[in-house]
């Protein structure tokens, strides 16, 4: 998809970023490379959150340059099924976002994959509440092992 018409769907929804070293204005619209994983965001990045989310990006072995990131509260639709007829992606983490938020009716546990269909959502605490709590970190990290096979020491 080109950076044209997913502005066009999703308006200042989906960001990229450049560099970790941009400011938060500078951010693109459009969905980076091959990449098959969508971040669900319930908040905008600050620096702190963008480079905590980098290394947790990095440590599952994916590049914040290349990840889809969305801010849910500014999609015009906030129904997954939209996110699936509009963005490619496999894996989704949703970082403070509840499945009713996106319109799934399910049962989900915080820090356990969940298959629908050929995706794999993750649904955590909030990025902020991650980033402060070694608790929340130790079970994001073991939830990110199993989404993503990764067997490394954080």
């Not at 990229?16 to 669900?40: A, I, M, R, T, Y």
């Not at 908040?43 to 989310?53: I, Q, V």
């Not at 939209?82 to 989704?92: A, M, S």
Request: overall charge neutral; some cysteine; glycine content about 2%.
């Amino acid at each position: 998809m080109n950076k044209k018409i997913i502005s066009e769907i999703l308006g200042d929804s989906v960001y990229q970023v450049k560099s970790p070293l941009v400011s938060e204005e500078s951010f693109l619209l459009e969905q980076q490379g091959d990449n098959d994983l969508l971040v669900l965001l319930d908040s905008e990045l600050t620096s702190d959150l963008r480079e905590f989310l980098s290394k947790i990006l990095s440590a599952v072995h994916y590049d914040i340059t290349n990840t889809t990131l969305t801010n849910v509260n500014d999609l015009p639709n906030k129904r997954f099924t939209y996110l699936e007829q509009n963005i490619r992606f496999k894996k989704v983490i949703c970082f403070g976002i509840s499945p009713e938020a996106i319109n799934l009716n399910i049962n989900s546990i915080k820090y356990r994959p969940l298959a629908i269909g050929d995706k794999t959502l993750l649904f955590s605490e909030s990025l902020f509440k991650v980033q402060e709590d070694k608790e929340k970190k130790a079970k994001l990290w073991n939830a990110l092992q199993a989404l993503f096979m990764v067997k490394k020491e954080m």
